[in-house]
């Protein structure tokens, strides 16, 4: 050996004695002087020791054999001088080998004991409690040989009497128990909540379709609103249009009646004469030929009698008031007129009682036709006789002059003009 400096690597420490030193001189990881002869050097490993530390068939507090296998880190500590010491004393000049064996050999002795004191429940179900008393008591014990236990882990427990099995069994079936309860729970849960977001659904359907209507509601009774105003203005537009009409009508009927009262004052001696003419026309074609078939209907009345007197006198009666109903009607719609002309005479001024009579033999032949109208659209008149009167066209005819021969007394009444009178004196 020749002196000179000598180093060592991190993993490693230098192990001086001899001359100048009282005890070993130790150098972890650095370099070192060396006076060759009169001192020597020796090397030791500060390596991290992987340690499988198997033990079969260990009997637990309970007596149930198990085997237990954990994986132990460990090293010899080179920071703390002392410790470093006392490895260089127990283990300098063997091998690691041989190191890593007497570290293995005393884990497994107090692995084993860690388990004699457990029950397998213990074990299994708190590996990390088994775990740490076994690092505790290791680590106190390497200790004093200058090895530190870096880490403790238990690797794996098996038995061959099949116990762990049947924890397991016990176990998978509470957990697959509570699997099927928290799988009910929780279907029924999400049926509730479904349930709860349906219900939500539908009322924001229901209040939605709720919205719509009150806004269609709305919209309807805005519109109806709308439509009262709009409707409500075009009728006060054509009223207003029919009553100006009207009074432009009645100015140009004002101006056209003063015209016509000249003519028809002139018109009536000529309408005097075809009345007489018609009466005469009317006795030739009707009064005669209804006394001949008076004579023949007597006859058959007579035959005739016993059955269809009650037809007759139903139908006789039927006859009579819808010719009074027809009467009525025609009064009515005349006295109607005569209160139209009396207004209109009163406004004009100069409407006198000449044009009264005037307006009035323009309307008898109207009067007459509307009387006598029901009777042309009968298609059947029975006729019964007592053998005293009139018969036949003779009764139907003086049936209607004597309607129309009522209608002077009707206006006389209604408006106080004497027709035959005023007739008789123009």
Not at 31 to 59: E, G, H, K
Not at 78 to 87: F, R, S, T, V
Not at 248 to 258: A, D, F, G, S, V
Request: overall charge neutral; charged content about 30%.
């Amino acid at each position: 050996m020749t002196w000179g400096f000598v180093t060592c690597g991190p993993n490693e420490a230098l192990v001086i004695s001899g001359c100048c030193y009282g005890k070993p001189h130790l150098v972890p990881g650095g370099r070192a002087f060396i006076w060759p002869i009169i001192q020597s050097i020796q090397r030791i490993s500060l390596n991290t020791m992987t340690l499988q530390v198997d033990s079969p068939t260990v009997y637990t507090s309970q007596g149930v054999p198990i085997s237990v296998t954990g994986i132990a880190q460990v090293k010899i500590q080179g920071q703390n001088e002392e410790m470093l010491l006392a490895a260089c004393e127990q283990f300098l000049g063997k091998k690691e080998i041989e190191i890593q064996h007497i570290a293995l050999v005393t884990l497994e002795g107090h692995q084993r004991a860690i388990m004699g004191s457990m029950t397998v429940e213990e074990i299994y179900k708190d590996r990390k409690k088994f775990s740490k008393q076994v690092f505790e008591v290791a680590s106190s014990d390497l200790v004093n040989m200058g090895i530190t236990v870096v880490s403790y882990t238990l690797k794996d427990i098996r038995d061959e009497e099949g116990y762990l099995k049947s924890l397991g069994m016990a176990r998978t079936a509470e957990v697959k128990r509570d699997a099927r309860i928290g799988e009910a729970e929780a279907r029924a849960e999400a049926q509730i909540k479904e349930a709860i977001a349906e219900e939500q659904r539908m009322a924001s359907v229901f209040l939605n379709d709720t919205q719509v209507a009150k806004s269609r509601r709305d919209f309807e009774l805005k519109k109806a609103a709308y439509d009262v105003e709009v409707q409500t203005k075009k009728a006060e537009a054509e009223l207003a249009y029919d009553l100006q009409a009207a009074k432009t009508k009645q100015r140009i009927k004002e101006e056209q009646m003063q015209i016509k009262v000249v003519e028809r004052t002139q018109e009536i001696a000529v309408q005097q004469q075809e009345i007489a003419r018609r009466e005469r026309e009317l006795e030739a074609t009707v009064r005669r030929p209804a006394e001949a078939e008076r004579f023949r209907l007597e006859k058959l009345a007579e035959a005739n009698h016993n059955r269809i007197i009650l037809e007759a006198e139903a139908e006789a009666e039927a006859v009579r008031l819808k010719g009074e109903a027809e009467a009525f009607a025609i009064a009515a719609k005349a006295k109607a007129e005569a209160e139209q002309m009396a207004k209109k005479a009163e406004a004009w001024k100069e409407y006198r009682e000449a044009a009264m009579i005037d307006m009035f033999l323009d309307v008898l032949p109207k009067v007459a036709a509307e009387v006598a109208a029901p009777l042309s659209q009968a298609k059947k008149i029975t006729m019964v006789s007592s053998g005293h009167g009139e018969i036949g066209a003779a009764k139907l005819t003086s049936e209607v002059l004597s309607i129309v021969t009522k209608v002077p007394d009707l206006v006389k009444t209604m408006t106080g003009v004497d027709i035959v009178k005023s007739v008789h004196a123009i």
